[in-house]
């Protein structure tokens, strides 16, 4: 297994999770890593990716609430969400995108905001 998520969980509106991705091999080193959600009956969309340098990319609907990182040393990558809303309900996957263009794709992670 190359991607681990974990850190889900059931969390009332307005809280906060932290949601952790370890790796294994050489995948921490990958052109993009990234963190998607699909929630129930939708597609899977996209929440953040940030690079090998840093940059970051965030959806608009994410975006002054979550933040992704990346520990180096802990090959892990993380996406810390606060205030979050009942529609950001979902499966969240971390999801690594290689140099030669490959992905791939760790196993979900349940997140469910109560109201």
């Known amino acids: 297994v190359q991607l681990q998520a974990s850190g889900g969980g059931l969390v009332q509106a307005g809280g906060s999770l932290r949601l952790s991705c370890a790796t294994s091999?050489?995948?921490?080193?990958?052109?993009?890593l990234g963190w998607y959600r699909q929630a129930p009956g939708k597609q899977r969309e996209l929440v953040a990716t940030?690079?090998?340098?840093?940059?970051?990319n965030y959806a608009d609907s994410v975006k002054g609430r979550f933040t992704i990182s990346r520990d180096n040393a802990k090959k892990t990558l993380y996406l810390q969400m606060n205030s979050l809303k009942p529609e950001d309900t979902a499966v969240y996957y971390c999801?690594?995108?290689?140099?030669?263009?490959?992905?791939?794709w760790g196993q979900g992670t349940q997140v469910t905001v109560s109201s």
């Open positions: 091999g050489s995948i921490f080193n990958s052109r993009i």
């Open positions: 940030i690079t090998l340098s840093g940059a970051s």
């Open positions: 999801a690594a995108t290689t140099w030669t263009q490959d992905n791939y």
